[in-house]
């Protein structure tokens, strides 16, 4: 036991206060003064500490709330701001890939009048070869 716990003298406001909550219950359990008001007194400091605990613990509470209010209202507000700026990119993405498509269907478009021109091209040169079989096989045959 603590020296407040078995003090004879009767303790100041002071001292109940700031003394441990152990040291106050072990003066009331002991009771070294004998004083019947000190009993109540010291009830009275305890319901005091404890009304100063119970204080302190609410805000706590309060403030532990207010975080989980504000987390809860992210939670909630983040999907949103997420899916707008994924919906910002994939807007963006498609517009590459538009310019990309149509880029390579230009290409094509110019392939394919290539080839046209490229297969015009074979067919005269086909026919040419052709001609030019005949007018051999001609000589030949004469």
Same mark, same amino acid.
């Given at each position: 036991m603590s020296s407040f716990a078995t003090m004879e *003298?009767?303790?100041?406001?002071?001292?109940?206060?700031?003394?441990?909550?152990? *040291?106050v219950l072990d003066r009331l359990n002991t009771n070294p003064s004998g004083l019947q008001s000190e009993e109540a007194f010291v009830n009275a400091v305890i319901t005091v500490r404890n009304a100063m605990i119970t204080e302190k613990l609410n805000k706590w509470l309060i403030g532990l709330t207010a975080v989980v209010a504000i987390a809860t209202v992210l939670l909630v507000v983040a999907p949103f701001f997420t899916s707008s700026l994924e919906a910002k990119k994939l807007e963006s993405e498609i517009v590459r890939i538009e310019t990309v498509n149509n880029g390579l269907k230009i290409e094509i478009e110019a392939?394919?009048?290539?080839?046209?021109?490229?297969k015009q091209a074979f067919s005269a040169l086909e026919n040419q070869v052709e001609n030019h079989n005949k007018l051999l096989h001609k000589d030949a045959s004469r």
């Open positions: *003298d009767r303790p100041t406001t002071n001292q109940y206060l700031n003394a441990s909550l152990n *040291d392939l394919k009048r290539e080839l046209l021109v490229s």
